[in-house]
Structures are given as C-alpha cells and as structure tokens.
C-alpha cells in the first residue's frame, strides 16, 4: 500500500474549489427560483389584465346596448311629437321628401353645421344615432317655433280688429308679476338657442289667445236691437247734449244678462245714475258693466264664463224704461262696445281655436 501526502497548501486550494462550486450551484438555484416566482407574478397580472379588458369589452357592449335602447325610446318620443305637430299645424311635409311645411323656417344645413355633426360622430361613433336624434329635434323646435309664431300673430291681428294694441297688453301684464326668488340650479346653457326661441314664442302665443278670449266680444243680452248707441247723444231727460258710455239693449223686465266674457266680477252694488250695476274684470285693464239691473245672479270675486248669467234686466237708476245699458272700460276709460259686439267671423273663429286649446289643457291638467 502506498501513502500519497498532500500538502496542506493543495488541501486549503481544494478546499476553495469546492467550496467555491458549491456556492455557484447554491447562487444559480436561487436565480432559478426567484424567475420562477417572478414568472408567476407576471402570469397572474397578465391574468388579472386580461380579465379586466373582457370586464371593460362587456361594459363597452353594455353601454352601447343601453345607447340603442335610449335611441329607439327617443326615437318613438320624437315620433310622437312629430304626430302632435301633424294635428295641430298640419302636415310636416311629403313623405320621404325633403321639401317640410315651413323648411323655409327651418333652412338648410350649413356645411359648417354638418361638418361639426360628424366631427362629433368621428369622435364617438357609438353616440351616432343620439346625435343624429339631436340634430332632428333641434329642426323640430325650429319648425314648432315657426308654427307657434304664425299663431301668435293671427291672434295679435284679433286683437288689433278690436281696436286693442296687443304690446300695450303685454307691457301692462308685464308690471304684474312676482312670486319668490328660487336661483336656477342648471347650467346656464341647458337649453339650445332653438329651444330657447321656442319657449318665448310659446309663452307669447300663450299670452296673446289669454288675452283674446278675455276680450268681451259676446252678447250681453239676447236683445236683437241696441235703443241708444255710444258717443254723443240728446239726455233723454233734459234734451241737453251728453256723452253715452256704452250701448243700451231694450227687453223684458227679469231679462237674462250675460257676461260678454270670462272673468271676475269685481263689483256688485249701485252705483249713480246706473243703478243696479254688476262689474266684471276681464285682464289687461279690460272690464265691462252692466247697469240698471233689476236684480244680481252673481256675487263679487265669482269666476264666469263668457255667457254665463250675472243679472237680470230692469229700469234702476236713471232710466226711462226696462232696458240693459252696457260698457267697455279699458284701464278705466270708456271704449266703443261695437267693435267688441260686431267682431269678423274669422276673428270669433281664431278666438274659439284658442279657447279649445285652453279646454283641451285644462282636461288634461
């Protein structure tokens, strides 16, 4: 048997090598194990991303699905408010032509009009259909307002055959007014420019055929002949000349006196030289009186309908025998009652058209 010595010098460079492979494979394991744990955490991320774009594909195909719904719901408003138009103002235009009734209201789009629409389309194509509903409407109020415009005026034209200026009315209407201070809330450009247009043509028309139906152009008695008209006259007491403020109607004692329009009688009572003498206050300064009565069918602050009865004819206060004597005030003064008593048939008919929409709104509230 042989011995080999090795010296303590190899031993101690042995001794380093090995110690220095069993480190490496020590480092190289744990670089193994750390990329696997970090190709673990890639993978679950990767994972968790994935799931949260199918998250956000389904709620993109849930919004656009909520979007086609609104559409069509809009779509069958529209419709509907395409239909009121058609009953009310006539047809919009020929089917499936571009030529509407009123178009010359409503006019072309503009190149820069149409360039905006699709800019905006190019911007969110899933927001196509509302946007083109949108443009729909804005030529809807567009033409609404046209139509509303042209009813106001033929009811201001009513209002001017009676003599009546319909700015003065509304300057007087406007003073009253009044109501507590609540600050708007929205944003100030809630509304578009043609919906704003078609609120103030709304609420003129409205203030025009208010004013129209409270004119007194009814009968304030079923007399066929007026006794004495208004203007100068002979006192049928002295013979001197005298100014007549209203229109006198002969008929029978107890007679059924009428209100020549809806109001609210502001007066009951005798007053001199009238007699017995009922007071209705119309709006707009109007107001109509009924005098020599020979008795009262209404009281003060009642609500009557044109024709309803107030009175009953008789000969009270300064008259010489059974007869109505009737006026029209406005603000106070003394107008001609014939041009109110003798109105055109076409003026009576606008005045019905208007009182029908009251009624059907009045249903419906």
Do not use: C
């Not at 010296?7 to 750390?34: D, I, K, N, Y």
């Not at 209203?246 to 008929?251: C, L």
């Amino acid at each position: 048997m042989k011995f080999i010595r090795i010296s303590r010098r190899v031993q101690l460079l042995s001794l380093g090598v090995v110690s220095a492979a069993l480190t490496g494979w020590a480092g190289v394991t744990l670089a193994m194990a750390a990329n696997s744990v970090s190709l673990a955490h890639e993978r679950a991320a990767l994972a968790a991303e994935g799931k949260s774009v199918a998250t956000a594909a389904s709620k993109v195909k849930d919004y656009r699905k909520s979007v086609d719904d609104l559409t069509q719901d809009l779509e069958a408003r529209q419709d509907f408010m395409d239909d009121l138009y058609r009953t009310h103002f006539g047809a919009v235009g020929e089917a499936g032509g571009d030529n509407a009734a009123g178009a010359d209201l409503v006019g072309p789009d503009t190149d820069a009009k149409k360039d905006s629409l699709n800019a905006k389309i190019s911007m969110a194509p899933e927001a196509e259909p509302l946007l083109r509903l949108q443009e729909r409407q804005r030529r809807f109020a567009l033409l609404l307002t046209g139509a509303v415009e042209r009813r106001a005026d033929r009811a201001a034209a009513a209002i001017r055959s009676f003599g009546l200026d319909p700015d003065s009315l509304a300057r007087s209407a406007a003073r009253a007014q009044g109501g507590p201070f609540v600050p708007w809330k929205g944003e100030k450009t809630a509304m578009t420019d043609e919906l704003e247009h078609l609120a103030d043509a709304l609420a003129r028309m409205e203030f025009l055929e208010r004013s129209l139906l409270a004119i007194p152009s009814g009968k304030p008695t079923a007399a066929p002949m007026e006794t004495s008209s208004y203007g100068f006259r002979r006192d049928p007491f002295n013979g001197h000349a005298a100014f007549h403020a209203g229109i006198d109607f002969p008929g029978s004692y107890g007679q059924s006196i009428q209100a020549a329009a809806a109001g609210r009688v502001s007066f009951v009572g005798q007053r001199s030289g009238y007699g017995n003498v009922i007071e209705v206050e119309h709006g707009n300064g109007l107001m109509t009186r009924y005098a020599h009565l020979s008795g009262y069918s209404s009281r003060v602050g009642q609500k009557v309908a044109r024709g309803a009865q107030i009175g009953r004819m008789g000969s009270t206060g300064r008259s010489t025998g059974t007869h109505l004597h009737f006026e029209v005030r406005l603000n106070g003064q003394p107008i001609n009652p014939r041009r109110f008593l003798e109105a055109r048939q076409d003026v009576l008919q606008v005045q019905q058209i208007a009182k029908a929409r009251f009624a059907d709104v009045g249903n419906r509230g």
